[in-house]
């Protein structure tokens, strides 16, 4: 079993790989101190399993699974995390509350050769996790290998484009696998508006809105761009500048 360890401690890292040498089957392909490295290390090194720590900086456990998909296995582990512990056993995905024994660690590794969870498990423990934090403070999106940290108070909008959507803050685009649906339900409802089918506006960015044809509307952004309006836009809009 091909496995990755991520965990922004040393101490932590150093006793999986004690715990784990106890296992012939297991070869640990690698180790990553901070979630952007586990985002690249699952993509080059495509490993069965990850241990993967819920609270280190820059990204998140969660995070790092948005970012790097539901292929492998993962289990969870946390030093004192309460609020999400429910949710994986619900969801049947594996966790490890630090600090854990050789005993415990041995029954997550004989749940992950019996049973591998489905990538929509997985996701839904990602979704109750974002759920309990709250409405976004920053947009991840993964370009290639490389990772993208986005201020959600610097995107000025977000256009759909069928499964994805384009994301445009500090005159910078950036293309993210996402419904614009679920984008929207992730943002804070007080700063960005639907404002048409295909387009979400951070209300902050519009510097006036004026009319495009007899009937229709359209929003001019502080830096120049124009996006269309639909009716029920309009009022939302109206409402939200008033």
Same mark, same amino acid.
């Given at each position: 079993?091909?496995?990755?360890?991520?965990?922004?401690?040393?101490?932590?890292? *150093?006793?999986?790989?004690?715990?784990? &040498?106890?296992? !012939?089957?297991?070869?640990?392909?690698?180790?990553?101190?901070?979630?952007? =490295?586990?985002?690249? !290390?699952?993509?080059?090194?495509?490993?069965?399993?990850?241990?993967?720590?819920?609270?280190?900086? +820059?990204?998140?456990?969660?995070?790092?699974?948005?970012?790097?998909?539901?292929?492998?296995?993962?289990?969870?582990?946390? &030093?004192?995390?309460?609020?999400?512990?429910?949710?994986?056993?619900?969801?049947? /995905?594996?966790?490890?509350?630090?600090?854990?024994?050789?005993?415990?660690?041995?029954?997550?590794?004989?749940?992950?050769?019996?049973?591998?969870?489905?990538?929509?498990?997985?996701?839904?423990?990602?979704?109750? *996790? *974002?759920?309990?934090?709250? #409405?976004? =403070?920053?947009?991840?999106?993964?370009?290639?290998?490389?990772?993208?940290?986005?201020?959600?108070?610097?995107?000025?909008?977000?256009?759909?484009?069928?499964?994805?959507?384009?994301?445009? &803050?500090?005159?910078?685009?950036?293309?993210?696998?996402?419904?614009?649906?679920?984008? =929207?339900?992730?943002?804070?409802?007080?700063?960005? /508006?639907?404002?048409?089918?295909? #387009?979400?506006?951070?209300?902050?960015?519009?510097?006036?809105?004026?009319?495009?044809? +007899?009937?229709? #509307?359209?929003?001019?952004? +502080?830096?120049?761009?124009?996006?269309?309006?639909?009716?029920?836009?309009?009022?939302?809009?109206?409402?939200?500048?008033?």
């Amino acid at each position: 079993m091909r496995v990755l360890i991520v965990d922004d401690e040393h101490l932590a890292r *150093a006793l999986l790989r004690e715990y784990l &040498a106890a296992h !012939a089957d297991v070869d640990i392909v690698g180790e990553c101190a901070n979630g952007f =490295e586990a985002v690249k !290390a699952i993509g080059e090194l495509d490993p069965e399993l990850v241990f993967l720590d819920i609270q280190m900086p +820059k990204l998140d456990g969660f995070e790092v699974v948005e970012l790097a998909g539901g292929k492998p296995h993962y289990v969870f582990a946390t &030093a004192y995390d309460q609020y999400a512990l429910k949710a994986f056993e619900v969801h049947a /995905i594996d966790y490890l509350l630090k600090p854990f024994s050789r005993e415990r660690l041995a029954q997550a590794l004989e749940h992950a050769r019996s049973r591998r969870p489905q990538q929509a498990q997985v996701e839904a423990v990602v979704a109750d *996790a *974002a759920q309990r934090r709250g #409405y976004l =403070e920053r947009v991840l999106i993964k370009d290639g290998a490389r990772v993208h940290v986005v201020p959600s108070c610097s995107i000025d909008h977000i256009e759909a484009q069928d499964d994805y959507v384009q994301v445009t &803050a500090a005159g910078k685009a950036y293309l993210k696998n996402q419904r614009l649906s679920e984008l =929207e339900a992730q943002l804070d409802p007080q700063v960005f /508006i639907r404002i048409h089918r295909s #387009y979400i506006v951070n209300v902050g960015a519009i510097a006036r809105i004026e009319p495009a044809s +007899k009937d229709n #509307y359209c929003a001019v952004l +502080k830096d120049g761009s124009k996006l269309p309006i639909s009716r029920s836009g309009y009022q939302k809009v109206r409402d939200m500048m008033r």
